[in-house]
T-cell receptor
Framework: AQTVTQSQPEMSVQEAETVTLSCTYD???????LFWYKQPPSRQMILVIR??????QNATENRFSVNFQKAAKSFSLKISDSQLGDAAMYFC?????????????FGTGTLLAVQP | KAGVTQTPRYLIKTRGQQVTLSCSPI?????VSWYQQTPGQGLQFLFE???????NKGNFPGRFSGRQFSNSRSEMNVSTLELGDSALYLC????????????FGEGSRLTVL
């Protein structure tokens, strides 16, 4: 069975600074997808960034980028130029590629605080 | 374009009762997934429906059930409620499986007394 681990329950960053959130996963599959989702307080979860395992290039979405290390089964999220609106719970998630499924396996989350 | 709509947003039940939660996906989305979010267990997959068929199921007891209608709207039901069923229940919709984005609703917060 696949597992996702986020070892940082809480993180804090100063506004305009850079922060990296860690995520490791365990799987025996060779093809899969990885995601970072953001859940602001009392608001719905939204997708931040996604990575397809077969792509070697790290995904980037504006101020958000990932460091995908397939051999190490590591998928960290870097937030550059942090903004107050980035404060939220961040979840790393795994989805199998083979077969038809939208089942996500989530990590326990990292609560990010942004200090003004 | 309207997002994923979940109703009710908040509800309080007592042990032994049953509850039905509703999810209306984004128009055109045929896949609806349900997740339970609790402080202790985190986010756990309940089940997924695609074109009215359950195509994946999580490790939850049979008290948890769901269905999907021809218009893709989905309901989940929890019977014989237990205190541990208190949680935020999230619904997510997508066009299909693959690397596409799952769009989440705001959730239904269930409190069991």
């Amino acid at each position: 069975a696949q597992t996702v681990t986020q070892s940082q329950p809480e993180m804090s960053v100063q506004e305009a600074e850079t922060v990296t959130l860690s995520c490791t996963y365990d799987t025996s599959e060779s093809d899969y997808y990885l995601f970072w989702y953001k859940q602001p307080p009392s608001r719905q979860m939204i997708l931040v960034i996604r990575q397809e395992a077969y792509k070697q290039q790290n995904a980037t979405e504006n101020r958000f980028s990932v460091n995908f290390q397939k051999a190490a089964k590591s998928f960290s999220l870097k937030i550059s130029d942090s903004q107050l609106g980035d404060a939220a719970m961040y979840f790393c998630a795994y989805r199998s590629a083979p077969g038809a499924t939208n089942k996500l396996i989530f990590g326990t989350g990292t609560l990010l605080a942004v200090q003004p | 374009k309207a997002g994923v709509t979940q109703t009710p947003r908040y509800l309080i039940k007592t042990r032994g009762q049953q509850v039905t939660l509703s999810c209306s996906p984004i128009s055109g989305h045929r896949s609806v997934s349900w997740y339970q979010q609790t402080p202790g267990q985190g986010l756990q997959f309940l089940f997924e429906y695609f074109s009215e068929t359950q195509r994946n199921k999580g490790n939850f007891p049979g008290r948890f059930s769901g269905r999907q209608f021809s218009n893709s709207r989905s309901e989940m039901n929890v019977s014989t409620l237990e205190l541990g069923d208190s949680a935020l229940y999230l619904c997510a919709s997508s066009l299909d499986s693959g690397p596409g984005e799952l769009f989440f609703g705001e959730g239904s917060r269930l409190t069991v007394l």
